[in-house]
């Protein structure tokens, strides 16, 4: 077994044709094989010729143009190119390893034919399969935001075939960003926006930053290739920038007050993607767990719960929300949930928008300043069933009450908008700073001259 | 404990400095801690007031303003420990001394009261006869054993809470929150500003506009 990686990758053909591949393993790496292992290695190109023969059964037929009718009215492919399938890494794979239900005495003729509803059905149920030997690739692949949406139904969702096609696999390092392919098939505005960065602009020009040679991240670097996640939630972006920008928290402590406040409460984008919109994002937190309140199987989606609550009579606004889900939890036990706010950007294609350093905000004013808040879009969020963020508008006011001060306590914004009550006792306390002196001096000078009066 | 009552007061001595007729009343280490403290407290209301409505008055950048408002409250926290270790290492205690003879209190605050409110204004002399070791009228007395125990040190303590949030998350944590520290520390400046205005008045209501304010510089007071 210890060459059968050898042996394997060497192209089927040229595997078939001839047993010198082994010869040609260098010198230095040659050892002394036992008759048992000779055996073995024997035995394992025997098998992978019998599976190659197989499979050239299975091409004759397969590698003409030929197309199957599906219920849904389209026709569907079974071409497979011969040549890129054996070149391929699933070249020694053996065709019925993954359409078993297509064994010998078992192919579909036109009297046993098989009815396939949709191409998307069809590669749906043809997805498992890939599990049989992409085990760690296909758990962490059934983790991600894209594995969830197929279980939602999603007709869109990408599957294992999506990005890699069976018949063709290409290795890892021909994903580049240049391209953008395979997720620009699909978010091709956040992959335009990333090309326009910093992050894409270093690719684009040989991962040269500032005369240094530095891996860009492409898009896998942030989001994982399988367990494709939603950054979006909580504090996850953060973590995975400061992954790369590790002294991140010490170039900032040199300037910015309260850093560590700020990186936990502020989005990376929101200062260095510097033309983006950006909002005040509200989110329900479970603070014994320590994250993000998501939804749960079976809640009802966020609007109903706010339509419920003001049919109810409730406002409708995420203190209401917090109140409704703040008495219960999944055990039953009463809940620790909080309310929490982050600043973020507005859009996906925004936290692409990451401009060069030297763009980056660095005045304090272009947060903290008067009515900046209210200026500001505000949206309640939560975290779907599914992983994604799912966020709506709420009323720019809602930072600025009285209630907030405890359902959202652990956000403060120095010079935005105070709240009013807080202004009026200013106002008021200022008020009686003045009039108490005035009205004292003046008191006594009414006292002095009634006195004056009485004495004459 | 040091009897408040006027006639049982100990008698000048070497250490209290007597000329003619004025009493020595405030040590130097009390006229520097009160001036500083004065200056200070002034520049944080400002500073203060621009971070909380950044801009308004555009006297600053709002860095300039936090950093400012930063190092004039280590200053003041510094400061408050010369007031605190000289009245905890010195006799001069006995002026905190609270009344705990409640009628015996209000009785006395209220004639302060009909003085200040009144009495005053006919050239009345104050109920209360400042001495080194009692020089603070009732009110002035409750006044500050409040401002100087109590709301003080709440608004350090929720300052420096807000200075290095991160370090000293689980104690803001315990008090509910940022937003309540924020509210807390901000309620305390609404009532410094008014403080601050009235006391300054106040000062100004010797026999002279002025003499309070002397008094406060050399450390003598008039008798009366």
Same mark, same amino acid.
């Given at each position: 077994?210890?060459?059968?990686?050898?042996?394997?990758?060497?192209?089927?053909?040229?595997?078939?044709?001839?047993?010198?591949?082994?010869?040609?393993?260098?010198?230095?790496?040659?050892?002394?094989?036992?008759?048992?292992?000779?055996?073995?290695?024997?035995? /394992?190109?025997?098998?992978?010729?019998?599976?190659?023969?197989?499979?050239?059964?299975?091409?004759?037929?397969?590698?003409?143009?030929?197309?199957?009718?599906?219920?849904?009215?389209?026709?569907?492919?079974?071409?497979?190119?011969?040549?890129?399938?054996?070149?391929?890494?699933?070249?020694?794979?053996?065709?019925?390893?993954?359409?078993?239900?297509?064994?010998?005495?078992?192919?579909?003729?036109?009297?046993?034919?098989?009815?396939?509803?949709?191409?998307?059905?069809?590669?749906? #149920?043809?997805?498992?399969?890939?599990?049989?030997?992409?085990?760690?690739?296909?758990?962490?692949?059934?983790?991600?935001?894209?594995?969830?949406?197929?279980?939602?139904?999603?007709?869109? /969702?990408?599957?294992?075939?999506?990005?890699?096609?069976?018949?063709?696999?290409?290795?890892?390092?021909?994903?580049?960003?240049?391209? &953008?392919?395979?997720?620009?098939?699909?978010?091709?505005?956040?992959?335009?926006?990333?090309?326009?960065?910093?992050?894409?602009?270093?690719?684009?020009?040989?991962?040269?930053?500032?005369?240094?040679?530095?891996?860009?991240?492409?898009?896998?670097?942030?989001?994982?290739?399988?367990?494709?996640?939603?950054?979006?939630?909580?504090?996850?972006?953060?973590?995975?920038?400061?992954?790369?920008?590790?002294?991140?928290?010490?170039?900032?402590?040199?300037?910015?007050?309260?850093? &560590?406040?700020?990186?936990?409460?502020?989005?990376?984008?929101?200062?260095?993607?510097?033309?983006?919109?950006?909002?005040? #994002?509200?989110?329900?937190?479970?603070?014994?767990?320590?994250?993000?309140?998501?939804?749960?199987?079976?809640?009802?989606?966020?609007?109903?719960?706010?339509?419920?609550?003001?049919?109810?009579?409730?406002? &409708?606004?995420?203190?209401?929300?917090?109140?409704?889900?703040?008495?219960?939890?999944?055990?039953?036990?009463?809940?620790?949930?909080?309310?929490?706010?982050?600043?973020?950007?507005?859009?996906?294609?925004?936290?692409?928008?990451?401009?060069?350093?030297?763009?980056?905000?660095?005045?304090?004013?272009?947060?903290?300043?008067?009515?900046?808040?209210?200026?500001?879009?505000?949206?309640?969020?939560?975290?779907?069933?599914?992983?994604?963020?799912?966020?709506?508008?709420?009323?720019?006011?809602?930072?600025?009450?009285?209630?907030?001060?405890?359902?959202?306590?652990?956000?403060?914004?120095?010079?935005?908008?105070?709240?009013?009550?807080? #202004?009026?006792?200013?106002?008021?306390?200022?008020?009686?700073?003045?009039?108490?002196?005035?009205?004292?001096?003046?008191?006594?000078?009414?006292?002095?001259?009634?006195?004056?009066?009485?004495?004459? | 404990?040091?009897?408040?009552?006027?006639?049982?007061?100990?008698?000048?001595?070497?250490?209290?400095?007597?000329?003619?007729?004025?009493?020595?009343?405030?040590?130097?280490?009390?006229?520097?801690?009160?001036?500083?403290?004065?200056?200070?407290?002034?520049?944080?209301?400002?500073?203060?007031?621009?971070?909380?409505?950044?801009?308004?008055?555009?006297?600053?950048?709002?860095?300039?303003?936090?950093?400012?408002?930063?190092?004039?409250?280590?200053?003041?926290?510094?400061?408050?420990?010369?007031?605190?270790?000289?009245?905890?290492?010195?006799?001069?205690?006995?002026?905190?001394?609270?009344?705990?003879?409640?009628?015996?209190?209000?009785?006395?605050?209220?004639?302060?009261?009909?003085?200040?409110?009144?009495?005053?204004?006919?050239?009345?002399?104050?109920?209360?006869?400042?001495?080194?070791?009692?020089?603070?009228?009732?009110?002035?007395?409750?006044?500050?054993?409040?401002?100087?125990?109590?709301?003080?040190?709440?608004?350090?303590?929720?300052?420096?809470?807000?200075?290095?949030?991160?370090?000293?998350?689980?104690?803001?944590?315990?008090?509910?929150?940022?937003?309540?520290?924020?509210?807390?520390?901000?309620?305390?400046?609404?009532?410094?500003?008014?403080?601050?205005?009235?006391?300054?008045?106040?000062?100004?209501?010797?026999?002279?506009?002025?003499?309070?304010?002397?008094?406060?510089?050399?450390?003598?007071?008039?008798?009366?």
């Amino acid at each position: 077994m210890v060459y059968s990686g050898a042996i394997f990758a060497i192209p089927a053909e040229e595997a078939l044709a001839t047993d010198e591949a082994e010869t040609e393993v260098p010198v230095a790496e040659q050892v002394e094989e036992s008759p048992a292992e000779e055996a073995v290695i024997d035995k /394992a190109a025997l098998r992978l010729a019998e599976k190659l023969k197989a499979n050239e059964k299975c091409l004759r037929c397969h590698k003409r143009d030929k197309t199957k009718l599906l219920e849904d009215g389209k026709e569907m492919s079974l071409q497979v190119h011969k040549d890129e399938y054996l070149s391929s890494a699933h070249g020694e794979v053996s065709c019925v390893s993954c359409h078993s239900a297509i064994g010998k005495r078992k192919h579909p003729s036109k009297s046993t034919n098989i009815t396939i509803t949709s191409e998307r059905e069809y590669t749906v #149920d043809m997805n498992e399969s890939c599990r049989k030997c992409h085990r760690q690739k296909y758990t962490q692949y059934k983790g991600s935001v894209h594995s969830a949406l197929v279980a939602q139904g999603s007709t869109k /969702a990408p599957l294992c075939s999506s990005c890699h096609n069976p018949h063709a696999p290409v290795s890892m390092v021909d994903y580049q960003a240049e391209t &953008g392919l395979p997720c620009k098939n699909c978010h091709e505005n956040i992959f335009n926006a990333y090309s326009a960065s910093v992050h894409g602009q270093a690719r684009i020009n040989g991962n040269t930053i500032r005369d240094s040679h530095i891996q860009s991240p492409i898009c896998s670097d942030c989001h994982h290739s399988h367990e494709v996640t939603a950054l979006a939630i909580g504090d996850v972006l953060r973590t995975t920038c400061i992954a790369c920008h590790e002294n991140v928290t010490l170039l900032h402590d040199q300037w910015l007050p309260n850093t &560590g406040t700020h990186l936990d409460i502020v989005s990376c984008a929101v200062c260095h993607a510097p033309f983006a919109k950006r909002i005040f #994002d509200i989110h329900l937190y479970d603070n014994t767990a320590g994250v993000p309140l998501a939804m749960q199987e079976g809640d009802l989606p966020i609007q109903q719960q706010l339509q419920a609550i003001a049919a109810e009579g409730g406002t &409708g606004d995420p203190l209401e929300i917090w109140k409704a889900r703040g008495g219960f939890s999944q055990d039953g036990a009463p809940a620790d949930i909080s309310l929490r706010s982050r600043m973020e950007v507005m859009s996906g294609v925004a936290a692409h928008q990451i401009a060069g350093k030297s763009f980056a905000v660095r005045t304090c004013e272009s947060c903290h300043e008067p009515g900046w808040r209210k200026k500001q879009n505000v949206t309640v969020s939560v975290t779907q069933a599914d992983g994604r963020k799912q966020s709506f508008e709420a009323d720019r006011e809602v930072l600025s009450t009285v209630k907030a001060v405890d359902s959202i306590s652990d956000f403060y914004e120095l010079g935005g908008n105070p709240n009013k009550l807080l #202004d009026i006792l200013l106002l008021l306390s200022l008020a009686v700073g003045i009039a108490v002196p005035i009205g004292h001096f003046t008191l006594g000078k009414m006292i002095k001259e009634y006195m004056a009066r009485g004495e004459k | 404990m040091m009897s408040t009552n006027p006639s049982e007061q100990k008698q000048p001595d070497a250490w209290i400095k007597t000329k003619d007729s004025e009493l020595y009343i405030n040590p130097l280490p009390v006229r520097i801690w009160h001036w500083l403290n004065a200056l200070g407290f002034v520049a944080l209301i400002l500073t203060g007031t621009h971070i909380r409505y950044a801009n308004l008055f555009n006297l600053m950048s709002f860095e300039t303003a936090i950093k400012t408002h930063n190092w004039v409250s280590f200053a003041v926290i510094a400061n408050y420990f010369v007031w605190l270790g000289f009245y905890l290492f010195s006799d001069k205690i006995t002026v905190y001394h609270p009344e705990l003879n409640m009628r015996k209190f209000f009785d006395k605050a209220f004639k302060q009261m009909m003085y200040y409110g009144y009495g005053i204004f006919k050239g009345a002399k104050s109920p209360h006869k400042v001495l080194p070791y009692d020089k603070f009228n009732p009110m002035q007395s409750i006044t500050y054993q409040i401002i100087m125990l109590l709301v003080v040190p709440i608004q350090f303590i929720t300052g420096l809470m807000m200075w290095d949030v991160k370090r000293f998350e689980a104690p803001i944590a315990m008090m509910g929150g940022l937003q309540m520290v924020n509210t807390i520390h901000v309620l305390i400046y609404i009532f410094f500003v008014s403080f601050t205005l009235i006391h300054a008045y106040m000062g100004a209501l010797g026999s002279t506009p002025a003499t309070h304010f002397r008094e406060m510089f050399t450390g003598y007071e008039e008798e009366h």
